[in-house]
């Protein structure tokens, strides 16, 4: 699913040229240009040619082994989202990484997604954040899933309230339910969390609502922003200024009500930014912005407190 976008864009987008693509199961989707660059494993791959990079778009619980291989041979690796499927793979992962001299990232595309990228812009106008709240639900999709919804979708959730709040997450709690049958994968997750800055979060995250919302919402001590990674809007709630007299008027708006400013925002393609990102990182620029490994594991590790928060009941810190 991921892997065909960023082929398409490895081989139009004009900041890289194509190596080739890998994949067990060839080419499902007729995603690569020249039948002659599909390959069936990574050895073949680098039989054939030595990639500057990789992008690791393989199940999630295959990272950590497909990562290593390439950082073994020399090559910088762009790991999606999330890092790893488990807090010891990703550990793994880094190190493989470290130990062969390469260059890592991770693919939390969100974190390049016009509105949030606004929300980052806009923060200093609703003043102290004291909550973060997203909601990330869908239908169910038709691709069979090696880890649940907090490893697969929460951890878009994690990565973006940490950026946002611009501190580690400290504790967690959370609920999950299995709806669609498929134990042990969670199909719903409700996180509640704080951040060592003392920010409040929550999360609510599943794949079993009939209609998609992705919503990310920063209320602050003089208003609100509201971010839809869907459309890529993003709105200022300004807090209360005019009181409003008409009766009717204040049944629909309260009290009083604040200006609101939707913002009109420049909108490229969030998975390229990433890509274009990442390949000015491994050409030396260490403030391209790309999310660092050590952020992934972070995500990791509080996906996984997040887990075993709804497994026993408690809060646990990650
Ligand atoms: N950043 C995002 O928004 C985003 C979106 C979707 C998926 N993802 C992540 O990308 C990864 C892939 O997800 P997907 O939805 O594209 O999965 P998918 O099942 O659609 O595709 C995975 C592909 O990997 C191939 N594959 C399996 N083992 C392989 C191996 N060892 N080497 C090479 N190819 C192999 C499969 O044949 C399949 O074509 C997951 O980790 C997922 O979390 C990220």
């Known amino acids: 699913m991921i892997g065909r976008h960023h082929a398409r864009l490895l081989q139009t987008g004009g900041f890289a040229r194509f190596a080739g693509a890998v994949d067990p199961a060839g080419d499902q989707y007729g995603a690569v240009l ?55 793979e990703a ?3 880094i190190a493989a990484i470290r130990d062969a001299g390469v260059r890592g990232a991770v693919g939390h595309v969100e974190r390049y997604n016009p509105a ?21 639900v869908g239908p169910f999709p038709d691709r069979i899933r090696d880890v ?45 969390g704080r951040l060592r800055n003392d920010t409040t979060f929550n999360c609510v995250v599943d794949r079993v609502t009939p209609t998609k919302r992705r919503r990310t919402r920063i209320l602050g001590e ?4 509201e971010a ?4 890529g809007d993003l709105v200022l709630y300004k807090n209360a200024s005019a009181t409003v007299a008409d009766p009717f ?45 050590e952020e992934g594991l972070h995500t990791v590790q509080v996906a996984a407190a997040a887990l075993r928060s709804a497994q026993t009941g408690e809060t646990v810190s990650p």
């Open 34 to 88: 020249d039948p002659d660059k599909v390959f069936p494993s990574v050895e073949a791959l680098l039989a054939a040619t030595t990639p500057d990079f990789a992008v690791i778009a393989v199940p999630t619980a295959q990272h950590a082994a497909a990562a290593a291989e390439l950082a073994r041979a020399g090559v910088h690796v762009l790991v999606e989202k999330p890092l790893a499927g488990t807090v010891q």
């Open 91 to 93: 550990e793994e992962t």
């Open 116 to 136: 949030l990228l606004g929300v980052r812009e806009h923060l200093h106008e609703i003043g102290q954040v004291f909550l973060i709240s997203t909601e990330r």
């Open 148 to 192: 649940g919804v907090v490893m697969d979708l929460a951890t878009h959730d994690l990565d973006l309230v940490r950026w946002l709040g611009g501190e580690p997450v400290a504790q967690v709690a959370a609920q999950t339910a299995v709806r669609m049958g498929r134990e042990p994968h969670e199909d719903l997750v409700l996180i509640t």
């Open 222 to 225: 003089r208003g609100m922003l």
């Open 228 to 231: 839809d990674t869907l459309t």
């Open 249 to 293: 008027a204040q049944a629909l708006r309260g009290v009083s009500e604040g200006d609101a400013i939707r913002f009109a925002l420049p909108r490229p393609e969030p998975l390229r930014t990433e890509l274009e990102t990442f390949v000015a990182y491994i050409q030396g620029d260490d403030d391209a912005g790309v999310v660092t490994l």
